[in-house]
T-cell receptor, first 114, second 111 residues
Framework: NAGVTQTPKFRILKIGQSMTLQCAQD?????MYWYRQDPGMGLKLIYY???????DKGEVPNGYNVSRSTTEDFPLRLELAAPSQTSVYFC?????????????FGDGTRLSIL | GENVEQHPSTLSVQEGDSAVIKCTYS??????FPWYKQELGKRPQLIID?????GEKKDQRIAVTLNKTAKHFSLHITETQPEDSAVYFC??????????FGTGTRLKVLA
């Protein structure tokens, strides 16, 4: 298993541009998450999904959109990129269970908005 | 809203000494407490976790303790080594899928 795969690893965007960060997992996990991590800070939840066709907002959803058309993929869309969105973005997934299960993280996408 | 406080934000210890990182959570419904280690430029990786029906869990040099009454839990690393140097994050989860992360502790193990 590759686990959680994120692409691209690095990207520089100009203010106002749009892009999609890709996330795929091959572990058949129901739950998927997008976090952002600002320099020297913790992880803040942007959006999450408990299964295909179901998404919900986390702590910091403004400026982002997600979709979950398949179990494997959970892309994050940035519309009208702003400097405040410069961050490292991590995707994670976990198996559905009767109680909480560990989240497994991808390697991250380092995004700079200039 | 739900909150997890983590202390200290930085911690320096001599190689071979112990390190302790403490977290306090606000949601009394929290029932799962994972700890992640993040090396510079890398992904967070789970190192140990504990569920609310257990008071302590140990895995070699790493242990986690949980005090549900006081709503705090701690990570203990014994016989620290230089490769333990990293940022450590605690998290608390209620329900079955959502975590609240602490702000992280940068641990430096001095050789």
């Amino acid at each position: 298993n590759a686990g959680v795969t994120q692409t691209p690893k690095f990207r520089i965007l100009k203010i106002g541009q749009s892009m999609t960060l890709q996330c795929a997992q091959d572990m058949n996990h129901n739950y998927m998450y997008w976090y952002r991590q600002d320099p020297g800070m913790g992880l803040k939840l942007i959006y999450y999904s408990v299964g295909a066709g179901i998404t919900d907002k986390g702590e910091v959803p403004n400026g982002y959109n997600v979709s979950r058309s398949t179990t494997e993929d959970f892309p994050l869309r940035l519309e009208l990129a702003a400097p405040s969105q410069t961050s490292v973005y991590f995707c994670a997934s976990s198996v559905k269970g009767g109680s909480n299960q560990p989240q497994h993280f991808g390697d991250g996408t380092r995004l700079s908005i200039l | 809203g739900e909150n997890v406080e983590q202390h200290p934000s930085t911690l320096s210890v001599q190689e071979g000494d112990s390190a302790v990182i403490k977290c306090t959570y606000s949601d009394s419904a929290s029932n799962y407490f994972p700890w992640y280690k993040q090396e510079l430029g890398k992904r967070p990786q789970l190192i140990i976790d504990i569920r609310s029906n257990v008071g302590e869990k140990k895995d070699q040099r790493i242990a986690v303790t949980l005090n549900k009454t006081a709503k705090h839990f701690s990570l203990h690393i014994t016989e620290t080594q230089p490769e333990d140097s990293a940022v450590y994050f605690c998290a608390a989860a209620s329900g079955t899928y959502k975590y609240i992360f602490g702000t992280g502790t940068r641990l430096k193990v001095l050789a």
